[in-house]
């Protein structure tokens, strides 16, 4: 959905004078977010509606013009998703993509700032993380609305096309007197933004209520949370992690102070060829599936800093992936491999497992 359509989707919720019930859009996300803890001193306010691919809601407390801001941060959000969206001709990231091989694109600050922080991510965790991965999403099926294979799995031949063109390093980005541009060296390339768009624009919907004097909010767009600030009470926002096979189950309750947590789960878009799971997330060193983990939740400073890393640990799996997120301040990890045992980096706040 681009912005415009969700503007005439927000005005008509507005005119209608309700603001849409939660419950139902927050069971597909991949975690779940408890607000309770009304107080007189301030009302509890929330705008949900479905954007980026999932479904993205903002909770905060405040007066009477709160939930007016929300909705402005929610449209600031679909703003942000206009700019990167892969899936849409006239985003910015799908003119870095047309252009692969040949010209360099001038972009907005905002999304110069998010190919530059993704880098930065995809540098971190050595390319387990890479945003160009698109030309393995697609050779896999997972860029459809229903993902699939039409006959068999890709051969030999096809995997190596597909992973000539995934290199994060062959991004190129500059800036000069006509602002900042961003170019992909070789023709093909294809940058994915589904492991960090959420996260970055989550961060954006944070600072936009900062700016308008809302510093205690909450962000939550699919499997990614962002929590500023605290409840009214004092109280932290508390976020329910969810069970990779059981979605009505938590598998642990965690506090948020200032922090983002996102989940990247085996459940979120799968299918079964030959009698093996295959899911979204994708190994760029050999171009396969991940199928060692069901999920991994990383808490981290920001949004985009948990989202990049979650998909990260996805792929390096509990051993490498632990051992990455122990090197990174503010970072914590909890992995459930596919086997279900479930392990923790040594500052995971909450090691009680609830099912
Ligand atoms: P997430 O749910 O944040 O882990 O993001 C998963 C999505 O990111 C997938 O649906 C793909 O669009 C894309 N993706 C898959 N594998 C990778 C990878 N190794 N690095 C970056 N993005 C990926
Ligand atoms: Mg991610």
């Known amino acids: 959905m681009n912005s415009a359509t969700f503007i005439a989707n927000l005005v008509c919720r507005i005119a209608a004078g309700f603001r849409l019930g939660c419950l139902l859009q927050c069971a597909a996300m991949a975690s779940f977010v408890f607000a309770a803890g009304l107080t007189d001193a301030a009302q509890f306010h929330h705008t949900t509606g479905p954007l980026l691919h999932t479904f993205v809601e903002i909770k905060a407390y405040g007066d009477n013009q709160t939930g007016c801001v929300l909705d402005q941060a929610f449209v600031e959000m679909g703003r942000i998703n206009d700019l990167l969206n892969n899936y849409d001709p006239s985003s910015e990231i799908s003119a870095i993509n047309a252009a692969a091989g040949s010209t360099s694109v001038k972009v907005s600050p905002e999304t110069f700032e998010a190919l530059n922080e993704a880098k930065k991510y995809a540098r971190l965790s050595s390319g387990a993380f890479d945003f160009t991965v698109g030309p393995l999403v697609s050779l896999w099926g997972f860029n459809r609305e229903h993902p699939g294979l039409a006959g068999d799995d890709p051969d030999a031949r096809l995997l190596k096309q597909a992973l000539r063109l995934v290199d994060y390093r062959a991004l190129k980005l500059g800036a000069d007197l006509t602002g900042p541009h961003a170019r992909l060296k070789h023709s093909g390339m294809y940058i994915d933004v589904g492991a960090f768009g959420k996260g970055f624009a989550a961060d954006r919907a944070l600072a936009f209520l900062r700016d308008r004097g809302i510093p205690n909010a909450l962000v939550a767009a699919g499997g990614t949370i962002c929590a500023a600030g605290s409840k009214p009470d004092n109280q932290p926002w508390q976020i ?69 890393l979650s998909t990260a640990l996805f792929v390096l799996g509990p051993g490498d992936g632990l051992r990455l997120i122990e090197k990174l301040p503010g970072c914590e990890a909890l992995v459930v491999t596919a086997a279900g045992e479930v392990v923790f980096s040594s500052g995971w706040p909450q090691k009680t497992i609830i099912y």
């Open 240 to 308: 329910g992690i969810r069970h990779p096979r059981n979605d009505s189950t938590f598998l642990t309750v965690i506090a948020l102070h200032d922090q983002s947590v996102s989940t990247s789960g085996d459940y979120e878009k799968f299918y079964y060829t030959a009698g093996k799971r295959r899911s979204h997330i994708i190994d760029p060193r050999t171009g396969l599936p991940v199928s060692s983990v069901q999920s991994v939740t990383v808490i981290a400073p920001s949004g985009i800093a948990s989202d990049a």
